[in-house]
């Protein structure tokens, strides 16, 4: 360890140096974080981008290879896979390695370049989930009668997720906010921490349009589907509630895999905003930015493993066992019914 020899009223002593002697992010490891806090990091980044890439590249091979999986109703669940791809394969892939040199040595443009992406991706994925919970229940309670969902709806649902998440996820790139580096100086974020008004004002909307607004979209939307199973079950036979159970189990992991994946993050994100003075240590502030990344690898397990019809294909894939899947098997558009609703979750 270096030392640093110092004189006070003519009285030598020695101290020893701090382990890291830069602030700069860019240049050098942030003071006073023992290398070993990085090196957990960097193993948790690339255990859980190893795993969302794999998962959700598998979604997207087998949707490619077996037609009947290419149906409006999965349009969606496939964009999932492909914004959670992304987001691992440019978030995941740098923050394990900043994490293993331990600061962001690839520069200042790489992370306003990494801040984007990972924000941009996130919150496409984000909205993927809103659509898809719009998509069934659009299906499944029929709000406009006897219309039924198409590839030309369904596409539409996709550019609204590309195109809404783009106009609020590139203005700090204008100048609206900023990309930055994060407390723990080996991520990039929106600068949560700004005292500008103007700056202010865009994590506010922000928020609003990014979290509020999907989340709002993901109740409204589960909580109708769920009392029209409610009510088309009662007035079945007592067996007929199995699929209705099902059915209740799928959308309560859905919305609880939603809040655990993003809360934090959006939690931490308001307080600091509302508090930009406060003190928190560097790896506390960072849990928040690296638990949402996991949700990666948790959305293809949720939305595609546990469906009946990828799971076959899936099956037919690798053992070369089983039937392949009708190509209706998922659409739920075509009659109405308890029994076939149910097996868009199962």
């Known amino acids: 360890m270096d030392t640093l020899n110092l004189s006070v009223n003519a ?3 020695t101290v020893a140096t701090p382990l890291y002697t830069t602030h700069d992010p860019f240049s050098g490891p942030i003071a006073n974080i023992a290398p070993w806090n990085f ?16 998962e959700n590249f598998l979604v997207m091979f087998v949707t490619f290879k077996y037609k009947q999986l ?21 978030g995941g892939v740098i923050s394990f390695l900043t994490n293993a040199r331990g600061y962001f040595f690839l520069g200042k443009w790489a992370c306003v370049l990494e801040g984007f992406a990972v924000t941009f991706f996130g919150i496409v994925a984000l909205w993927s989930l809103a659509v898809l919970s719009f998509e069934r229940f659009f ?12 590839a030309k709806h369904a596409v539409l649902g996709l550019l609204f997720c590309w195109t809404f998440s783009f106009i609020w996820t590139f203005p700090p790139v204008l100048g609206w906010n900023r990309y930055t580096v994060s407390k723990i100086g080996t991520t990039c974020e929106p600068d949560w921490y700004t005292t500008s008004v103007m700056n202010h004002s865009y994590i506010i909307t922000f928020f609003t349009t990014c979290f509020i607004f999907p989340l709002g979209v993901i109740f409204f939307c589960y909580g109708k589907l769920l009392r029209k199973l409610r009510k088309v079950s009662h007035g079945r036979l007592a067996n007929a509630k199995k699929p209705e159970r099902q059915v209740t189990r799928m959308v309560v992991v859905m919305i609880v895999a939603f809040m ?3 809360t934090p993050y959006a939690v931490f994100s308001i307080l600091v905003t509302a508090h930009p003075a406060i003190e928190l240590d560097p790896r506390l502030a960072s849990i928040p930015a690296f638990f949402s990344k996991t949700a990666a690898v948790y959305n293809p397990i949720i939305y595609v493993f546990m469906n009946k019809q990828f799971r076959k294909c899936l099956i ?5 066992m089983g039937s392949i899947p009708d190509s209706n098997l998922n659409q739920t558009s075509e009659r109405p019914g308890i029994t076939r609703t149910s097996r868009m979750f199962s």
């Open 39 to 54: 090196t957990v990091l960097a193993v948790l980044m690339f255990v859980v981008t190893s795993l969302s890439l794999s």
């Open 11 to 13: 009285v030598p002593y």
């Open 70 to 90: 290419r149906q409006p109703l999965n349009y969606i669940i496939v964009n999932l896979a492909i914004a959670d791809f992304l987001v691992s394969l440019t």
């Open 316 to 320: 037919q894939l690798f053992t070369g």
């Open 139 to 150: 299906v499944i309670c029929r709000p406009l009668g006897n219309i039924r969902l198409q």
């Open 260 to 262: 655990v994946g993003w």
